[in-house]
């Protein structure tokens, strides 16, 4: 009989901790369901109250309306463009910046990068903006992706810098030896083991100019907006239609949605290493 | 920072940092030439497409009485501390959920980061949706609770609390994962020694977890402060301030002023303030930090 008992409350405690992983994972699912529930439904289903939840049958004439009234290939493109530039330049000139705080034990330097993200967006954007006006380059989407480099710069230096002070310094230091020059040991034995911090750093770069708002809503012009502008002027112009909108707001971020299920661990690791070292 | 001698390393300070020129140059120009031009422009009576003309100091004596914009400090604290607690408590809770070992865990972390990766305008067209005081689904759940159906951003009184459930919502993850670096890092021995002495699950955490990830929770705490204090993506899309001005915080303050009013200069002196602020806040924390760690 004791034995039983011991085992129910194992049970007991069991359950109730299952239970409790699935109160804290519900929110984010039930938001991403509910926003995938509300752009598979007709209008009429979206309208109705008690809400339908489950929509039967499912349409996709709400990702049609959205394509066929908006140029979301030229959106999309507009956000692949600024996102892919501005994370290839923050890596051109990332990568060897990282290398060299971490080898020189620059935190002077490192601190700079922290300043960047103290500092709100707005102010990077209206000095900007001046400039931009002043050099004619607004409308255009070159002003875009200069902007995203205060976004894509720093977060790749910053988890650079963790990942060359995590290497092992000894391969360098016998290629030094060896008589190769700081540029060569830099180029050949830490450059291939870097690959993939370079693989994270830029991944989280590309997300979070992917998702960014502001420099595309100030700086975009009617061809050269972002997607997620394009997505929040549905919301002001064309009016409240639920469908579209959930469609809409499902096709940008869908990417950055599935980009962090498939490579969950190394996310979470650069993340926490970017935070923890974050201050 | 790994603690080892760097006798080859050492010598080569001056050469390393040459591999940091070509960034420090990208940022002179996109990070620290607009800090050095707000500055100037903050002096400066400047209305885009007028002439400007120097006031010196004009601009923060006229802020300091700009009832719309304390108005704004106030709406910002308000959603900063609601917007700093409810995650460190909620996403302290998860970080010991995910700390235990157990089956798909791997899988549900990813899940419940999610929403941090999620796009913020997405996120916030979703809610604006959810809000909906006749038709949203938040309100259907409170009738299904017994609880009487609420206006969410619709009304004056809740807007803030709202906008602060959303953002609860979207960076309660980030805090899990900084107190869960934490948990890992944590010695278990302790933790042994209580199972011998018979603690209880309440006393472990209160005597020997919290103090352990005191230092994490404060490094999130200062991070989640600084976010907190810029919100503006979600603010924007779902409230835009309103209703009147009763969701205006200092960001929207700014935004309002440089685009759809462009005085530029005005509120480039809001933004020296913004930043002012923020950084006091951030030392404070920091200092809070140093003292926990010496204690």
Known sequence: ?279 | MNGGPRQVGAGYKSQYLRFAYPALAITAAVIVFPWAFTVYMSLHDWKIGQQREFVGLANFARLAGDERFLESIGHTLYFTVLAVLLPLIIGTAAALVFNERFPLRGLFRAIFILPMMATPVAVALVWTMMFHPQLGVLNYLLSQLGLPPQLWVYSPQTVIPSLVLVEVWHWTPLVMLIVLGGLASAPTEPYDSAKIDGASPWQVFRHITLPLIMPFLLVAAVIRTIDALKAFDTIFVISQGGPGTASETINLFLYLQAFSFYNIGYASAVTIVFFVLIVILAMVLLWLRQKAKWS
């Not at chain 1, 700079?112 to 380059?137: D, E, H, K, M, V």
């Not at chain 1, 995590?166 to 870097?194: N, S």
């Not at chain 1, 064309?238 to 950055?256: D, F, H, I, N, Y």
Request: charged share 10%.
């Open chain 1, 1 to 279: 009989m004791v034995v039983t008992a011991a085992r129910m409350r194992k049970l007991a405690g069991r359950l109730a901790f299952g239970f409790s992983v699935f109160v804290i994972v519900s929110p984010a699912i039930l938001v991403m369901l509910w926003m995938l529930s509300l752009s598979l439904k007709t209008e009429v289903d979206n309208m109705s109250f008690p809400p339908v939840f489950v929509p039967s049958p499912p349409t996709l004439a709400n990702f049609l309306d959205v394509f066929e009234k908006n140029r979301i290939e030229t959106y999309f493109l507009n956000s692949v463009i600024v996102s892919g530039l501005a994370t290839l330049v923050a890596i051109a000139v990332g990568v060897p910046a990282a290398y060299g705080i971490a080898k020189a034990q620059a935190h002077k330097l490192a601190m700079l990068t922290l300043i960047a993200r103290i500092t709100p967006a707005l102010s990077y954007l209206i000095p900007l903006f001046i400039l931009f006006q002043w050099i004619g380059l607004t409308g255009t989407i070159w002003p875009i992706v200069v902007t995203h480099l205060v976004i894509t710069l720093p977060i790749f230096i910053y988890v650079m810098i963790g990942f060359f002070e995590g290497l092992p310094q000894e391969l360098e230091e016998a290629a030094l030896i060896d008589g190769c020059t700081l540029w060569q040991a830099f180029r050949y034995v830490a450059l291939p083991l870097a690959r993939p911090g370079i693989v994270v750093g830029a991944i989280l770069s590309i997300i979070f100019s992917w998702n960014n708002f502001v420099f595309g809503a100030v700086l975009g012009g009617r061809q050269t907006r972002t997607l997620p502008v394009a997505v929040f002027n549905m919301l002001t112009f064309e009016q409240v239609s639920w469908g579209p909108l959930a469609a809409a707001a499902l096709l940008v971020t869908l990417p950055v949605l599935l980009l962090t299920l498939l490579i969950q661990k190394e996310i979470v690791g650069g993340l926490t290493a970017g935070g923890v070292k974050g201050a």
